[in-house]
């Protein structure tokens, strides 16, 4: 599995510097972009999707495809067109490939009826049985075209599925046509999540279950960076932080121009979760989804390997997605980070993906960041609102004149007590978390904590100087 995922890696890669060169990643998407929606029918054989139906789920149905991008783009982008007519005795689908599921470019660049002029972009619905084509495929971007009318460039999507009404599974008349009208928009990438896999940190491809970008079985907002690279969050909306502090971010689902929806930070050190792979963060968006709009109809079930299901008691939360750059930092790709890596009920999700469903990081809880002195901790939520985040870039350090340097902590490793030895004055808090972040035990002025009930590895000791505030974190090996 590894080396299909280095593969994905690969292409990525390589993609993004030629995407990087056509400037698309970047560029805004703002505005009504206007569709041609051109249905082609191979069969005639009278169960093609009525134009009425096809025009509701791309613009009228309350769950349209443009009400979605109009509610993920906070009313900055929208879609608009023509439905046009089914086009019989076209020219037969052939070869394999994209050949064998779509029209040829010359065929759909010459349809008489359509005004090329107009159009942003193109949708090609197929009706027809040819075989091994994908529910949906688009070009990243604009394509150039040579048409009877001129040469213009316009963006090209295509699908074989009918829309759904009121909705499919997803609160979306169609979830495929969303997320593809998105790749359309010149996003060339899904969004990820690192999960663990067998004590190993796994890059899993489609694993943010909070995107749409990601799985598209959920009808999610984008990411915050996918908003930011479209123009939808700007800089009134994204706080870039390099100091200690408590920040409220704003629930990303909501139109709310001015207000912080999403917190980036410059990691001072590269973030390298599992180091034998090729996937490394250098930035952090942190997030609040508060499933409202098009995010509160998503369906937080998730069969386990043995049929069951297991519900998720409280999927909102702070979403930390790790941002893979390139290019200077100029492009970069989006991975949630999984804060409950532990399998979702104790024995893991039947498709994989879905073990990112836990991944937000709950009220009281503590997010580590690895190779870095910064702590991000989860202390108030208004559900659906907002939520309150305390980061502290300074973790680690420890000033001179503090008593907290002074303590001593021992024996490490250990397979049962850590002492903590201190004079009587000093008044401290003590917590113990696993590596990821999640707190196992809270402790006032301890002396003396029992790790022995935890299994062996590795354990982050926290001590809070009550006076300073200063903190120290000690990494203690269970052994
Ligand atoms: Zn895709």
């Given at each position: 599995m590894k080396k299909i995922y280095g593969f994905f890696f690969l292409s990525l890669w390589f993609n993004s510097y030629f995407i990087q060169a056509q400037g698309v990643v970047n560029d805004y998407v703002l505005g009504t972009q206007e569709l041609a929606i051109v249905p082609f029918d191979y069969?005639?054989?009278?169960n093609e999707q009525s134009l009425e139906d096809i025009e509701a789920g791309f613009?009228?149905?309350?769950?349209s495809v443009k009400s979605f991008i109009e509610e993920i783009s906070y009313g900055k982008a929208s879609i608009d067109g023509i439905v046009y007519p089914y086009r019989a005795n076209q020219p037969p689908l052939y070869g394999t490939g994209y050949t064998n599921c779509y029209p040829l470019d010359e065929d759909i660049a010459?349809?008489?009826?359509?005004?090329?002029?107009?159009?942003d972009g193109i949708i090609l619905l197929v009706h027809s049985n040819?075989?091994?084509?994908?529910a949906g495929l688009s070009a990243y971007g604009k394509l150039p075209f040579t048409t009877a009318d001129g040469f213009f460039e316009f963006r090209r999507s295509g699908f074989r599925v009918d829309f759904y009404f009121p909705y499919e599974f997803s609160g979306i008349t169609n979830s495929t046509v969303a997320h593809e009208i998105i790749h359309s928009?010149?996003?060339?990438y899904h969004s990820n999540s690192y999960i663990k896999v067998n004590e190993e940190w796994f890059l899993q491809g489609?694993?943010?279950?909070?995107d749409i970008m990601g799985i598209r079985s959920e009808a999610s907002h984008p990411c915050s960076l996918i908003k930011q690279q479209k123009g939808w969050l700007t800089d009134n909306e994204i706080e870039n932080i390099s100091t200690s502090g408590t920040y409220r971010i704003h629930a990303l689902e909501k139109t709310l121009?001015?207000?912080?929806q999403s917190i980036v930070i410059d990691l001072p050190n590269d973030l390298d979760?599992?180091?034998?792979?090729n996937f490394i963060f250098s930035k952090l968006y942190l997030e609040y989804r508060?499933?409202?709009?098009?995010?509160?109809?998503?369906?937080r079930n998730v069969v386990l390997s043995d049929g069951s299901l297991h519900t998720i008691?409280?999927?909102h939360g702070l979403l930390i997605v790790g941002a893979d750059c390139f290019m200077n930092n100029d492009y970069c790709v989006p991975v949630i980070i999984d804060?409950?890596?532990?399998?979702l009920g104790g024995?893991?999700?039947?498709?994989?993906?879905?073990?990112?469903?836990?991944a937000p990081l709950n009220l009281g809880e503590t997010y580590l960041v690895g190779n870095n002195s910064i702590s991000i901790e989860v202390v108030n939520v208004v559900e659906g609102e907002y939520i309150d985040v305390n980061i502290d870039f300074n973790t680690l350090s420890v000033t001179e004149n503090s008593g907290i340097s002074e303590l001593k902590i021992y024996p490490?490793?250990?397979s049962d007590f850590i002492n903590i030895d201190s004079d009587e004055n000093f008044s401290f808090g003590v917590k113990l978390y696993d590596m990821y972040g999640k707190l196992l035990s809270s402790h006032t002025r301890m002396n003396q904590i029992n790790i022995g009930n935890f299994s062996e590895g590795v354990y982050l000791l926290e001590i809070i100087d009550?006076?300073?505030n200063q903190k120290r974190i000690e990494k203690i090996i269970r052994n």
């Open positions: 069969l005639q054989d009278g613009f009228s149905s309350p769950y010459n349809q008489p009826d359509i005004d090329y002029s107009i159009i040819t075989t091994g084509c994908s928009f010149g996003i060339p489609y694993g943010n279950v909070f121009p001015g207000q912080v979760i599992q180091p034998n792979d508060g499933l409202t709009g098009f995010d509160a109809r998503n369906n008691q409280d999927p804060t409950h890596p532990e399998p024995i893991g999700a039947s498709y994989q993906p879905h073990e990112a469903s836990d490490n490793p250990t009550w006076k300073s």
